[in-house]
């Protein structure tokens, strides 16, 4: 089946968690099947990304990202560089963001998903932008939790459910760590 064909797939089997999400969902759905190179980061005034949690091996605590640019807490991800295959964009950035090279999916569909502005980079001269955002859950296979903090971070530090939404505070990041902490 074809990437974009299974991204639709995945969508429309996604369980909305509150309205926000659901909204988000009907318009990625549109978004999706107007076609287009969406999921390149030049496609504006949006593109797709894929982003993720990641959590240790336990599955107590996850390991959030000091976003450089950004300036806040929040899962990895990044841009999907013209693939249609989100969960492979969210794995790879993972594995690239956090160093983690041994990592599994918790489950085998979308997490959470999000459409929300990015401000305008003058240093990357990019626009103000939506990213459409499609999120999933890895975890660590084995006990090593040592991370490498790379070029896109300020830090990184691994959190308990309660540590993690006192760094992120209240919106989408937080409803999706809710959903991680029921998986828990």
């Not at 295959?85 to 489950?107: H, K």
């Not at 939790?145 to 790379?150: A, G, L, P």
Request: proline content about 4%.
């Amino acid at each position: 089946m074809p990437e974009r064909a299974l991204l639709q797939r995945h969508l429309a089997a996604h369980l909305p968690h509150d309205d926000k999400e659901k909204t988000d969902l009907a318009a990625m759905m549109s978004f999706l099947q107007a076609g287009g190179n969406c999921f390149d980061r030049t496609h504006l005034p949006g593109h797709f990304t894929g982003s993720a949690l990641l959590v240790n091996n336990a599955g107590d605590k996850v390991l959030l990202n000091h976003h450089k640019s950004l300036n806040f807490w929040m899962q990895f991800g990044g841009h999907a560089d013209g693939s249609a295959d989100l969960f492979d964009v969210a794995r790879r950035e993972v594995q690239e963001e956090s160093g983690f090279m041994d990592i599994e999916p918790v489950m085998d569909c979308i997490l959470d998903i999000d459409i929300h502005g990015i401000p305008y980079n003058g240093r990357k001269a990019e626009p103000a932008h939506l990213h459409y955002d499609v999120r999933y859950i890895f975890r660590l296979k084995n006990q090593n939790d040592n991370f490498v903090v790379s070029d896109e971070s300020i830090d990184m530090r691994w959190c308990s459910y309660e540590e993690a939404l006192a760094l992120t505070g209240p919106g989408s990041v937080a409803r999706m760590l809710g959903k991680w902490n029921k998986l828990r």
